[in-house]
């Protein structure tokens, strides 16, 4: 078992940034990619970033590229997010999460992530 805990949401106006952080604890050994994910009302859950085990790659959505940085460090069991030049589009839930699976990288389907943490609530205001 894994546990993912979020942190470092909030309110924060047009143009500014935030960076999320996901806590890993249990199981944490072995090789396994990461990804953030954001739900906003009404809406299905969005695939926002992911990184692989060693973090050397990224892959971001269109809607985020030039403006959400994706990081690991693998030695303090953190993911972080990097948020900056928010839009108001960009508020959401979000979640970080875990593939132990080995799916073929990037995974951006939720069903291909086993592990989820509770989610860390970002509002940016215009």
Do not use: H
Not at 23 to 46: H, I, Q
Not at 54 to 76: C, E, L, P
Not at 103 to 108: D, E
Request: proline share 3%; net charge neutral; glycine share 12%.
């Amino acid at each position: 078992q894994v546990q993912l805990v979020e942190s470092g949401g909030g309110l924060v106006q047009a143009g500014g940034s935030l960076t999320l952080s996901c806590a890993a604890s249990g199981r944490t050994w072995g090789r396994y990619d990461m990804g953030w994910f954001r739900l906003a009302p009404e809406k299905e859950r969005e695939f926002v970033a992911a990184i692989t085990w060693n973090g050397v790659r990224k892959y971001y959505a269109d809607s985020v590229k030039g403006r959400f940085t994706i990081s690991r460090d693998n030695a303090k069991n953190m993911l972080y997010l990097q948020m900056n030049s928010l839009k108001p589009e960009d508020t959401a839930v979000y979640y970080c999460a875990a593939d132990f699976g080995g799916t073929l990288f990037p995974s951006q389907k939720p069903t291909d992530y086993d592990y989820w943490g509770q989610g860390t609530q970002v509002t940016v205001s215009s």
